[in-house]
């Protein structure tokens, strides 16, 4: 998938959580000029977010075409080209780290939670704003029950951790974050409609990808778009968030 499709993907994620973001930096008390550190800021589809709450985004990233297009798109936006478990920063540079639908990626993510830690102020707060839970979901009808076996096959194919989110809270305490909180991001069906399908699909397609012929990919597609269209489906994955302080 080209850089510019995954951007696509995050700003559809980013969308997803954005009301959940501005809660937990009202939540926190976060103030106009703080310092926000994301780890693993990809493609810095977060970045107009976070400046539009009046913070200072900075990001980290390890893919380099990504870095690339955060820096073209994103100039205001600091990032460095680096690794999560590596931090390039001192002890207490952040008033805020945070990360987005990253730890699920990660073998060892307690690591990358104790270097956000590191790298934060004290008095500040570590966030993971969105960690699937996949081995949670709900999906109906059994058309899409099947598209969510594939699905997690594929992402645990990937390396994709897929129990994640039920996990935060217990990690941000491993790590010593004090007064840890872990929520649920809550689910909102409207009425359905093409965009929304497509927006969905899309990467449910390329998930997809390497489980079945592409003619079958095709023929999954239309089936699951006249359901999507008569109001019939529900797509549910918990996802959840945490926050701890220093």
Known sequence: MKTADWHNRYLTQARWTKNLRRFIFDKLKAAPGQTVLEVGSG???????????????????????????????????????????RLPFKNGSFDFTVCHYFLLWLKKPQEVIKEMKRVTKTGGYVVASAEPDYLSRIDYPELFQNIGTMQNHSLAFQGVNLTMGRKLGWMFREAGLQGVHLGLLAGEWRQSSLDAFESEWDMIAYDLGGMAPIERILEIKEEAMQSWLKGQATIFIPTFYAHGRL
């Open 43 to 85: 493609t810095g589809a977060l970045f107009s977010d976070i400046v539009y709450q009046g913070l200072r985004p900075f990001g980290v990233e390890i893919d380099l075409d990504r870095c690339e297009f955060s820096m073209n798109h994103s100039p205001d936006a600091p990032i460095t080209c680096a690794d999560g478990f």
